[in-house]
Structure formats: structure tokens, C-alpha cells
């Protein structure tokens, strides 16, 4: 069984950085690509960031480009997320998610194995 346990979360000012981590157990996690999304009070969940397996594939939503940086260290089956310069509108609960057939897919749909989620709060 696969799990996924994310930290790191908050409530930070605007402009301040956070920075997300995902521990990944019960497989190997150097087989899955990984995403992190996130879902904001009363919204879809959006992609917005995804690292292929040895991470040579990176995408980001437009949204976070420039501000995040996604990251992986295999050896300590660990996923990052760096936020830096947070805007209120990066409120929201932030999952990562594991996928075993896609590299670097932004589709929800398309991963196999999900975390709790952790909060992050961007206040004025």
C-alpha cells in the first residue's frame, strides 16, 4: 500500500515562502512521477506543479511559475514543494500524488495514489 503524507503547511503573510513536503512509503517511489495540486475553498482541484521520475520532467501551472519550484530526492522518497513570494490567491489545501503510468500529466484523473492534503494560508 502506498502512502503519502504531506507537511510543511501554514498560515504565512503575503509574500513569505513555505515549503512543502511529501513523504512517500510502501513502494518505490522512484517509479512514480509526482504532482502536487491544490484546492481552494470552493473551487476545482488544480494542478500546480509535476516532477517526472528522476526528475527530468518539470512542469507548472502558469499561475505558480517562477514562484514555486518542485523537487525530489529518491533516495529519501521525499517530494518538495518551494512557494516563494505567496499571493492570497494560493490559499488553498495542497496534495501531492503519485502516478505510475504518466510522467507529467496536470490530470487529476491520471494519478494513482494521493496524500491528505496540508493547509496553506496566505493572509494580507
Known amino acids: 500500500q502506498v502512502q503519502l503524507v504531506e507537511s510543511g503547511g501554514g498560515l504565512v503573510q503575503a509574500g513569505e515562502s513555505l515549503r512543502l513536503s511529501c513523504v512517500v512509503s510502501?513502494?518505490?517511489?522512484?517509479?512514480?512521477?509526482m504532482a502536487w495540486f491544490r484546492r481552494a475553498p470552493g473551487k476545482e482541484r488544480e494542478f500546480v506543479a509535476v516532477i517526472g521520475r528522476i526528475g527530468d520532467r518539470l512542469d507548472y501551472a502558469a499561475s505558480v511559475k517562477g514562484r514555486f519550484t518542485i523537487s525530489r530526492d529518491n533516495a529519501k522518497n521525499t517530494l518538495t514543494l518551494q512557494m516563494n513570494s505567496l499571493k492570497l490567491e494560493d490559499t488553498a489545501v495542497y496534495y501531492c500524488a503519485a502516478s505510475q503510468a504518466y510522467s507529467d500529466s496536470p490530470y487529476p484523473h491520471d494519478y494513482d495514489y494521493w496524500g491528505q492534503g496540508t493547509q496553506v494560508t496566505v493572509s494580507s
Open positions: 510502501g513502494h518505490t517511489f522512484s517509479r512514480y512521477a
